[in-house]
C-alpha cells in the first residue's frame, strides 16, 4: 500500500489560535508520524524565517497553508516555482474584494494584495474554501482544483445548564431577552461602521420589550460601538464581553436567544461562512442571518431576512421586526432544535477530517 502523504501545516496563527483549532481538527485522521504545524512566530518577517528553516530540514509531501496572508501566501507559490513544491490554500475570503470594498489595506497595498492573492490560488495543487458560493466564484475563474471544507465548533460540554445560569446573572441577563453577535469589529474606513453596528440600531426599536444586546468579540471598532450605543440611548441595553476564550464560546452563546449573523450582499459577504454560523448551530441558537451566502443554503427561512447591497441602512428595522416576532411569539424559536443535527452533519470534525485526508491520500 502506498504510504501515506506526509503534510506539513503552515498556521498564521499563534498554538492556540482559531486557525490552529482548524489546523489540528482536520488533521485528526492523518498520522501523527508524518504531521507536522509551524505557527506564526511573532513578527511576519520572524515567521517567516523560522517556515524557511522548517521545510529546508523537513520537506514535506504537502504543505497546507491556512489562511491566505503572509508571509504565506509569498513563501508557499515561490516555494512552488523553486522547488516544485505541492500545496493546498485553505481560505475562507475574497481576500481582495473584502480589502478594497471596505478599505482595510487600501491604497498601494492593493495591486500586491490581488497579485500574491491570485498568485497563491494558481499555484496551488488544490484550494479549500469555507462555503459553496466561494468554490463557486474560483472555479469560474479557472482554478482546477476547488473543495468545500467548512468550519467546524467548540466542544458543547463545558456549556451546562448551571455554567450557562451562573454566566446570565453575572453578566446581568437574568430575565431579559438577549440578541447577541459574536465576531471581530473591525472597522471598515469606507463603510464607516464595524461588525455589531445593525444590532445597536435594531434595539432602538425595541425599547418597549425586555431586549438585551450581548456582543462578543473585540477590535479596532469597538470603541465606537461603545459610543455609537450612548449616542443611540442604549448603552444600558447592550453588553460588552470583550475577546473571551475559544472554549468558553458555547457557554457565552446560549446566553442568546437570537444569534445574528450579517453577511453584506456583495462579493467579500457572498462568499463567506463565517466560523459563527457553525458555533451559533451547534449551541442551538435561533439565527437570524443576512440571506446572504451559507446562511441561505442551509438555515431555515424564518431564520432569514434580505439585505441590499454593501450597507443597508433599512436591515435594522427588519431585525428588529423579526426579534419583536420572536419575542412575543417564543414557540417559533424552536425551529432552532434541528440546528445542532445539521452542524453535525456538516460541520463536525470527525466528518471534516475525514474529507482531509481522503484528500490528502488523492493528491498525495
Not at 464607516?192 to 434595539?203: N, S, V
Not at 471534516?352 to 493528491?363: G, I, N, P
Request: charged residues 25%; hydrophobic residues 45%.
Amino acid at each position: 500500500m502506498k504510504p501515506f502523504p506526509s503534510v506539513t501545516f503552515l498556521v498564521h496563527g499563534g498554538p492556540n489560535s482559531i486557525e490552529a483549532v482548524r489546523a489540528r481538527g482536520l488533521a485528526r485522521q492523518l498520522p501523527r508520524e508524518t504531521t507536522r504545524f509551524c505557527f506564526r512566530e511573532g513578527s511576519r518577517t520572524m515567521t517567516a524565517a523560522a517556515w524557511r528553516r522548517e521545510l529546508n530540514s523537513h520537506s514535506p509531501d504537502l504543505l497546507y497553508v491556512l489562511n491566505t496572508a503572509l508571509p504565506g501566501a509569498i513563501l508557499t507559490p515561490l516555494w512552488s516555482l523553486m522547488r516544485g513544491q505541492r500545496y493546498l490554500l485553505d481560505t475562507g475570503d475574497a481576500v481582495f474584494e473584502m480589502a478594497r470594498q471596505s478599505g482595510i489595506g487600501a491604497g498601494l497595498k492593493l495591486p500586491w494584495l490581488w497579485f500574491f492573492e491570485r498568485l497563491a490560488h494558481r499555484r496551488a495543487t488544490a484550494v479549500i474554501v469555507r462555503g459553496t458560493r466561494h468554490r463557486e466564484l474560483l472555479l469560474s475563474r479557472g482554478l482546477r482544483r476547488v473543495e468545500v471544507i467548512r468550519d467546524s465548533f467548540a466542544e458543547q460540554t463545558g456549556a451546562t445548564t448551571e455554567a450557562v445560569a451562573g454566566l446570565r446573572r453575572h453578566l446581568g441577563l437574568v430575565d431579559r431577552f438577549v440578541v447577541g453577535v459574536m465576531g471581530s469589529t473591525v472597522w471598515s474606513p469606507r463603510l464607516k461602521f464595524c461588525y455589531g453596528w445593525d444590532l445597536l440600531e435594531a434595539l432602538t426599536r425595541l425599547r418597549d420589550l425586555p431586549v438585551t444586546g450581548l456582543l462578543i468579540g473585540d477590535g479596532d471598532g469597538l470603541p465606537w460601538l461603545r459610543q455609537r450605543a450612548i449616542e443611540l440611548g442604549v448603552a444600558d441595553r447592550v453588553v460588552f464581553t470583550g475577546r473571551i476564550p475559544y472554549a468558553d464560546v458555547p457557554t457565552h452563546l446560549r446566553l442568546m436567544d437570537v444569534a445574528m449573523s450579517t453577511q453584506t450582499n456583495n462579493l467579500p459577504g457572498q462568499v463567506r461562512t463565517t466560523g459563527k454560523l457553525p458555533e451559533y448551530m451547534a449551541a442551538e441558537r435561533f439565527i437570524l442571518a443576512s440571506r446572504v451566502g451559507e446562511a441561505a443554503l442551509v438555515l431555515p427561512e424564518l431564520m432569514l431576512l434580505d439585505y441590499n447591497g454593501e450597507a443597508d441602512l433599512s436591515y435594522p428595522a427588519r431585525v428588529a421586526e423579526r426579534v419583536r416576532l420572536v419575542c412575543e411569539h417564543r414557540e417559533l424559536l424552536e425551529v432552532r432544535r434541528s440546528l445542532p443535527g445539521l452542524a453535525k452533519q456538516l460541520c463536525d470534525y470527525d466528518g471534516l477530517s475525514r474529507k482531509f485526508a481522503d484528500l490528502v491520500r488523492e493528491l498525495g
